[in-house]
């Protein structure tokens, strides 16, 4: 038995005890065998967290069964601490996911309201654009691509009949979005007004007076002249019987083809805005138009997109050669292709700006 314990082997057995001094060697064996065989179980069951397993230490000098006890003990306690611990921070992430929950409540709240802002902001802009019905009486043979970077734009046309003329402009605001969609209700309010003077009758005196009246509106004075706040655009205004045309730009050119030519009359490289009334004067062109003329006004967000193989801006060059391509076909699939040819060029590039592209035939 003495050879099996120290090998670490615990008999089965108990040595029957005889009556001599063997035999009370023999309890006192039977007597450790037990106690080791009740200290493995004990081990065992505190190793599996049962730690109110009852146990009895051999004597008080018991040093292993006491060890024992005290391990227990301490295992126990570094359980209930590391409970506790869990039960706290699982409170903590409880209480935390709920503050998310609120919070994430709350951003859709306001995403919600500002969306319904800025819809509710579209629908203004949109009452500032000349109705479909307006455009086809005035400009039977047109087309407006209208294309916004976001809900609203930066980017609006403009029609009205006066004085005997048809006056249509393209106008690209500051920025885009809802900064640029208040530059927009600023730009059309006042060119309602400039068109109404007795002596805004040509695209340049309009331009000159919306100059002031943008200025004014914007109260560009010396302490805020920096602020950049104005509009590019081009304006044409026809003859009723359209055998005339005239056009001013800020910025913006005009282009007209004819035949396989297009001829691009240059605007003034001032905006609308960036001046004081009366330090400089737009240029008002004459063009001389014949039947068949294709005429377009827009802004610069369809030259300016990313897009293509290599990621790199459409350009003015491959715009006109587009317009080239497609001149003598119905307005309406004019439209329908530069549509899809920006769309096929962009790919899954981000829309950078508002695009707007205006096509007459005279």
């Avoid at 000098?61 to 227990?72: I, K, P, S, V, Y």
């Avoid at 605001?173 to 059309?188: D, E, I, K, R, Y």
């Avoid at 055998?243 to 007209?256: H, V």
């Avoid at 439209?335 to 005279?362: A, H, S």
Wanted: charged share 30%; proline share 3%.
């Amino acid at each position: 038995m003495l050879i099996k314990l120290g090998r670490g082997i615990i008999p089965e057995k108990e040595i029957q005890p005889s009556q001599d001094e063997i035999g009370d060697m023999s309890v006192a064996m039977n007597k450790l065998v037990v106690g080791i065989n009740h200290t493995t179980e004990f081990a065992h069951h505190v190793g599996q967290s049962n730690f109110n397993y009852d146990y009895q230490p051999l004597s008080e000098e018991d040093t292993l069964g006491h060890a024992l006890m005290r391990m227990r003990d301490d295992l126990a306690e570094n359980e209930r601490i590391l409970e506790q611990k869990v039960i706290e921070r699982t409170e903590e992430v409880v209480r935390q996911k709920g503050e998310l929950e609120k919070q994430k409540m709350r951003i859709e709240e306001l995403y919600k309201d500002v969306t319904d802002s800025i819809k509710y902001a579209k629908r203004l802009q949109d009452s500032i654009l000349p109705p479909d019905s307006q455009i086809k009486k005035l400009l039977p043979e047109s087309f407006v691509l209208f294309k916004p970077k976001d809900i609203v734009s930066g980017d609006f046309y403009w029609m009205e009949e006066t004085n005997g003329k048809i006056h249509l402009a393209a106008v690209d605001c500051t920025g885009h979005g809802v900064p640029g969609a208040f530059m927009s209700l600023v730009g059309a309010n006042a060119l309602d007004i400039a068109v109404q003077g007795k002596d805004t009758n040509t695209p340049a005196e309009i331009l000159n007076e919306l100059n002031r009246i943008t200025s004014e509106s914007l109260n560009k004075s010396e302490a805020n002249s920096k602020v950049r706040d104005g509009m590019d655009l081009a304006m044409v205004s026809f003859s009723k019987d359209f055998k005339t045309m005239e056009y001013a730009g800020a910025n913006n050119p005009l282009y007209q083809i004819r035949g396989d030519e297009v001829m691009q009359t240059k605007a003034d490289k001032f905006a609308i805005g960036s001046f004081k009334h009366g330090e400089m004067h737009y240029t008002n062109h004459q063009i001389d138009i014949e039947e068949g003329d294709m005429i377009y006004l827009f802004s610069d967000g369809y030259a300016d997109q990313f897009g293509g193989v290599k990621g790199k801006k459409f350009m003015y060059r491959q715009f006109r050669d587009t317009l080239l391509s497609i001149k003598q076909l119905p307005l309406q699939e004019q439209c329908e292709i530069l549509n899809t040819k920006i769309e096929n060029w962009r790919g899954n590039y981000e829309q950078i700006d508002d695009i707007l592209i205006i096509g007459i035939r005279v």
